[in-house]
């Protein structure tokens, strides 16, 4: 049964029993029922605008508590972000003082850098003539990279250093290598700084630096078993042991 009709029919059940209790007539029924239907209609659709609004209301509030709840989260956020912002600042500012440290660095090794070439430079020239080529080529490169912009500066000095720590490996080490001497083929041997020998393929001459005199000398023949003995260690032919090696005498410095 609809609502309306059902509606009417209570309220048209009320009126008849007032009437019989009054005496209303029929025409006062039925205007009174339209009036109480009317009524009752106008609440049950002000009940659904209430009903409307209070979901609205609900729905809003929801909204409401997701975007505070967002709001707090974002803040959060905010807050974090500024404080990585404040860190970022100051390294950023650690990394510039950090260049400007390093520019000043640059400006002072590098004049540095080619001070020690030179010394390098002058100290083969005047050093016992062993692997002349090989070192004489060092230094040329060094030479060379110092003036390329497309190599650090931590990088050259790195080859720089390296150069020092060959000169310096060349004092305390045994070599023998193959190499020419006025036109002859020869086997070298030197020992440490202290001795530079050699003797032909043949073994008929032998030699040996004087660093006091800047020239070569003739060895004396009973020496060639002490050479070969000192080419046999270097080349690792056999096991190490003591040999007489003819040492120029010191000289008084002056």
């Known amino acids: 049964m609809p609502m309306q009709l059902r ?33 009752v209609n106008s609440a049950q659709a002000s009940q659904q605008k209430i009903d409307s609004i209070d979901n609205s209301i609900r729905a809003a509030e929801r909204e409401y508590r997701g ?17 990585q912002l404040a860190a970022q600042d100051n390294e ?15 400006r002072q090794i590098t004049p540095l850098m080619l001070r020690m070439i030179d ?26 990279l110092m003036g ?30 193959r190499g020419t001497l006025d036109g002859r083929e020869v086997d070298f041997l030197r020992v440490g700084r202290i001795s530079l020998m050699y003797q032909s393929l043949d ?3 032998l030699g040996v630096w004087n660093s006091a005199a800047k020239q070569w000398e003739m060895l004396e023949p009973s020496m060639k ?19 007489k090696v003819p040492v120029a005498a010191p000289q008084e410095a002056k």
């Open 7 to 39: 509606t009417r029919n209570i309220l048209a059940a009320a009126i008849l029993s007032a009437g019989v209790v009054f005496g209303a007539t029929a025409a006062d029924v039925n205007t009174a029922i339209d009036k109480g239907v009317s009524r």
């Open 67 to 83: 975007v505070v709840k967002e709001v707090d989260g974002l803040k959060v956020y905010v807050e974090q972000l500024d404080k």
């Open 92 to 106: 950023l500012a650690g990394i510039e003082d950090s260049i400007e440290k390093v520019t000043l660095v640059e």
């Open 119 to 144: 010394s390098i430079d002058q100290f083969v020239k005047v050093d016992v003539p062993f692997l002349v080529d090989e070192r004489s080529k060092r230094v040329e490169g060094l030479k060379a």
């Open 148 to 177: 390329r912009s497309d190599v650090t500066v931590a990088e050259k000095y790195r080859k720089v250093m390296e150069a020092y720590q060959a000169e310096i490996d060349y004092g305390r080490t045994i070599e023998s290598y």
């Open 203 to 205: 073994g008929n001459v």
């Open 225 to 243: 078993s002490k050479l070969m003995a000192g080419i046999r260690i270097a080349r690792e032919q056999a096991a190490p042991d003591l040999i």
